[in-house]
């Protein structure tokens, strides 16, 4: 067998092999229930609850309505961002002044509960916890 030859064969092998790992993932709505679930503790407890058609037809209907529904399974965009116009737009709450969002990351700053840097996800009083105050 020359080099050539036995190079085809490894990298067919190498892409089936991968392909039948790629396969074996779960999918989307195994992600999508995964990911909400992350995101709102009540998730779970909605899961866990028997409810109505009726009422799982309504939150169909309001979710169809406001766009909540996902677009893209694979990488979870609902439709009202990936078409905003077609959707009203949705109203931000403000929970902090800006004062308080400056407050807070003064606070952070102090204490060293920022990120150090983005490879490692470590925080600074992590890293360095000689330069910080434990938090009180």
């Known amino acids: ?25 779960a999918g989307p709505v195994d992600a999508y229930a995964k990911a909400q679930q992350a995101n709102s503790g009540s998730f779970a407890a909605k899961l866990n609850t028997q409810l109505s058609r009726d009422v799982v037809q309504a939150e169909l209907r309001d979710a169809q309505r406001t766009g909540e529904i996902v677009a893209n399974a694979e990488a979870g965009i609902p439709v009202n961002e990936v078409f905003p116009a077609r959707y009203p737009a949705q109203v931000a709450e403000q929970s902090m002044s800006r004062e308080e969002v400056r407050a807070d990351l003064r606070e952070a700053v102090r204490t060293g509960d920022i990120v150090a840097n983005g490879e490692t996800g470590m925080k600074l009083n992590q890293v360095f916890p000689g330069r910080y105050a434990n938090k009180s």
Request: net charge positive.
């Open 1 to 25: 067998m020359n080099r050539k030859t036995l190079s085809i064969i490894t990298l067919t092998l190498a892409a089936l092999a991968g392909g039948n790992a790629m396969a074996q993932n």
